[in-house]
């Protein structure tokens, strides 16, 4: 279930693309999932037409959905490929950050502000 909160600063497109992100990244929402079409999530949610065809365009962009033409959009099972190519790059990650003898905190911190989180 997604729901939108009109008094947010974050853009409804994000929040129904986080939502979504989410739901596949906890498996809620396996892969080879059909989502509802465009037109109709935008109906439910009470949305314009293009913010949730923005919100799928950026999950496909990250490889966590996949468009089949006219069958529809469906939860990618390179969303799992994408989540072992980040355990590897963590793994790496931390392996840098013990051997400059960095705690963890700020190698938290140094990942937060390479997303934009800080």
Request: aromatic content about 4%; proline content about 3%; glycine content about 8%.
């Amino acid at each position: 279930m997604i729901t939108i909160d009109t008094a947010s600063a974050v853009p409804p497109y994000e929040q129904v693309r986080a939502q979504l992100a989410g739901q596949i990244s906890d498996r809620t929402l396996a892969a080879g999932t059909r989502l509802p079409t465009v037109r109709r999530l935008a109906a439910d949610l009470g949305l314009a037409v293009n913010t949730v065809a923005r919100s799928y365009r950026e999950l496909e962009e990250a490889g966590l959905v996949e468009t089949r033409g006219r069958a529809g959009t469906f939860v990618s099972a390179a969303g799992e490929r994408s989540r072992a190519v980040a355990m590897k790059a963590a793994r790496e990650y931390a392996v840098t950050v013990r051997a400059l003898g960095l705690d963890a905190a700020e190698a938290l911190s140094i990942v937060g502000a390479a997303l934009g989180q800080t």
